[in-house]
Structure formats: structure tokens, C-alpha cells
């Protein structure tokens, strides 16, 4: 009789403090949807009247912070222009920098409305997100700083440097087959061989080469792309975004045919 009792008294113990930590866990949960930004339907995004918008603040010409500390780049401005369209005024978006690496999982966690980040559409990422309409088309370029190099057949036996493990090896080796690629595992180390003169071309993509080149001057872009990778905006899957999905495709299908897109890209330098 003693130890079932003894038993009855840890059993209400342990119910008591599971019931704590699920009513704890509830509250902490709402107080954090409160405080953080979250991804919401195009009603409710027009009734709080601003955007949450995923971008990036290190990467220019798309989007980088200038001397003075503001937002600048491609996308920022693409950003402004759809907070005019769908919320009535371009400073209406509260900005969220990310990482490359949590570019899809803050669209995925639902904690911004969309994102703007330099992120290319793909079929294996269409099956978890969304993608809108392309807003530019980048790919891979090859930037030199050899007066003597001036188009792709100029490459051939030469060294070229590559990121390892990317897409571009494949890219380089069917449209330079003589040349020699050479491994890099960073756009520091592959400006840093171009330097020491130990290759003669870096390729990559040329939304980051554009900025590598405004930053450099000696630097100059072949006219030559190799690829063609489309960047997107990128929104959660789900009906209760068919809206929000709808209005951004609308309005950037606008931007191509007015030609605005053309311009600001050329604005800021891009391919």
C-alpha cells in the first residue's frame, strides 16, 4: 500500500511538471511570434502596412551597405520597388541580412515574407519554396586582369582558377577544354593566385564578379557567359500565398516589359 502510493505521488509529479513545461514552451512560443518577424498572407501583410524581407548586405552590386551604412544594390531596389506596389511606399520593408546558408530556411521557417538574396532557382529548392518570375539572369563569367586575354579561345593552356566542387568546373572545361583549372576555395585565394600570377583567369558567377570588378579596377569581365542561371524571388509554399506569389509575379513581369529591371541592372554594373 506504501509503495503504491509512493508510486501515485512521482506519477502527479511528473504529470505537474510536463504540464509546466508544455504551458511554458506555449507561452515562450507566443511571446516569440510577437517579437520576430514572420512570414504572413497578402491581407495581412497590407492591414500592418510594411514588408519582411529577406536580402543580403555583403554582396555587391546586389546588395551591399554604402559608406554611409544604407541598404544599396539590385535587389534592394527591386525590394523598395515591390514594397511601393504592394504596400503603397517604398521604406515600408523591414530587412532581414542573411547568410548564404540561411537564405531558404528563414522563407522555410516562415520568419520573412519573401526573400531577395542572390538565390537561383532550381528544381530540387522548387520542391520545398517557391520561386517568382526571374528578376535577372546571371551565370558564369570569367574575370582577368591580363591585357593579353580578351575572349575565351585567349584561355586556351592557360590557367584558370575555380571554386572546387562547383558547377562551374563543368562549365569551363567544355567551352576552354586546353585550359588547366586550378582549385580554390575562396574568391580571396583565387584573387590572391591571380596576383601572384599564378593564373591568369578567375570564373564564377557574374553577380559577385561584377562587384569584384567595381572594387578593382584592374580587373575586367570577358563578354562571354557560360551559363545561364536564373535568380528569383523566393516565397513559402502554400494556397495562403497564392496571393502574395501572384502580385510579386505580376509586378516583376511589369518591371521586364517597362524595361525598369534592364536599367537598374545595367545601373549597378551587372552583366
Not at 201 to 212: E, T
Request: contains cysteine; glycine residues 4%; charged residues 20%.
Amino acid at each position: 500500500m506504501y509503495n503504491r502510493c509512493n508510486r501515485w505521488q512521482v506519477i502527479t509529479r511528473l504529470h505537474l511538471v510536463l504540464s509546466a513545461t508544455i504551458f511554458w514552451i506555449f507561452c515562450f512560443s507566443i511571446v516569440g511570434t510577437g517579437l520576430t518577424a514572420s512570414a504572413a498572407e497578402m491581407s495581412e501583410i497590407q492591414q500592418r502596412g510594411y514588408l519582411n524581407i529577406a536580402v543580403k548586405d555583403n554582396l555587391r552590386p546586389l546588395g551591399f551597405k554604402d559608406a554611409e551604412g544604407n541598404l544599396q544594390g539590385l535587389e534592394i531596389d527591386l525590394a523598395k520597388r515591390l514594397a511601393t506596389d504592394l504596400v503603397g511606399k517604398a521604406e515600408a520593408i523591414r530587412f532581414k541580412p542573411v547568410a548564404n546558408r540561411d537564405r531558404l530556411s528563414v522563407v522555410l521557417d516562415k520568419k520573412v515574407d519573401f526573400a531577395i538574396a542572390r538565390i537561383t532557382a532550381t528544381e530540387s529548392r522548387s520542391r520545398i519554396v517557391s520561386f517568382s518570375v526571374p528578376y535577372y539572369l546571371d551565370g558564369t563569367v570569367l574575370v582577368t586582369k591580363d591585357t593579353s586575354v580578351q575572349k575565351l579561345s585567349d584561355l586556351a593552356k592557360q590557367k584558370i582558377a575555380v571554386l572546387n566542387n562547383s558547377s562551374t568546373i563543368a562549365q569551363v572545361r567544355y567551352y576552354v577544354p586546353n585550359a588547366e583549372l586550378v582549385g580554390v576555395n575562396s574568391y580571396q585565394e583565387a584573387r590572391d593566385e591571380i596576383e601572384n600570377n599564378a593564373v591568369a583567369a578567375f570564373a564564377a558567377d557574374a553577380s559577385v564578379l561584377s562587384g569584384w570588378v567595381q572594387e578593382y579596377p584592374q580587373y575586367r569581365l570577358l563578354p562571354t557567359k557560360l551559363s545561364t542561371e536564373p535568380l528569383s524571388v523566393v516565397t513559402p509554399k502554400g494556397l495562403q500565398y497564392d496571393e502574395l506569389r501572384r502580385s510579386i509575379n505580376q509586378a516583376i513581369a511589369r518591371y521586364l516589359e517597362e524595361g525598369w529591371l534592364q536599367q537598374r541592372s545595367q545601373y549597378w554594373g551587372l552583366p
